[in-house]
């Protein structure tokens, strides 16, 4: 399964991608930098700041920069990922930055619920944005 994530909900195509993978799917999310997070933008970006910025940096938690790297992040949250099905399960999911040559020629799925339009606000901000803000390499 190939899920494009441009212009869609980070936690909506999260939460389908870990049931997914826990069914044994082997998932792929595309265009990850131009997945949203919906909120305020100021308020969005203290949130991953201050979970950055959690911990000792040498003893961790360690929390990515990068927006595939994020996105993934997030995935875990939604899986038992202690246990060998959770640890399983987050093996077979990949996100990748932009549209990789390999699925080029394939057809990528648009999950419909996810969609931007679909919600009642205008307040979100681009997964992009918040690695930028956060110090990661764009790789546009």
Same mark, same amino acid.
């Given at each position: 399964?190939?899920?494009?994530?441009?212009?869609?909900?980070?936690?909506?195509?999260?939460?389908?991608?870990?049931?997914?993978?826990?069914?044994?799917?082997?998932?792929?999310?595309?265009n990850c930098?131009?997945?949203?997070?919906?909120g305020?933008?100021q308020?969005?970006?203290?949130?991953?700041?201050?979970? #950055?910025?959690?911990?000792?940096? #040498?003893?961790?938690?360690y929390?990515?920069k990068q927006?595939?790297r994020?996105f993934?992040?997030?995935?875990?949250?939604?899986?038992?990922?202690?246990k060998?099905?959770?640890?399983?399960?987050?093996?077979?999911?990949?996100?990748?930055?932009?549209?990789?040559?390999?699925?080029s020629?394939?057809? #990528?799925?648009?999950?419909?619920d996810?969609?931007?339009?679909?919600?009642?606000?205008?307040?979100?901000?681009?997964?992009?944005?918040?690695?930028?803000?956060l110090?990661?390499?764009?790789?546009?």
């Amino acid at each position: 399964m190939i899920i494009d994530a441009t212009n869609a909900v980070m936690g909506r195509i999260a939460a389908i991608a870990a049931k997914k993978a826990l069914l044994g799917e082997t998932v792929n999310i595309v265009n990850c930098e131009n997945a949203i997070v919906t909120g305020s933008k100021q308020r969005v970006l203290a949130d991953y700041k201050q979970r #950055l910025d959690r911990g000792i940096p #040498l003893k961790g938690p360690y929390f990515p920069k990068q927006s595939d790297r994020i996105f993934r992040r997030t995935i875990r949250g939604m899986l038992p990922y202690k246990k060998e099905r959770g640890r399983e399960a987050f093996k077979k999911i990949m996100c990748h930055i932009g549209l990789p040559e390999k699925f080029s020629s394939q057809t #990528l799925e648009k999950i419909g619920d996810a969609n931007v339009s679909k919600l009642p606000n205008v307040k979100y901000v681009h997964l992009k944005d918040i690695a930028k803000h956060l110090g990661g390499k764009l790789w546009n």
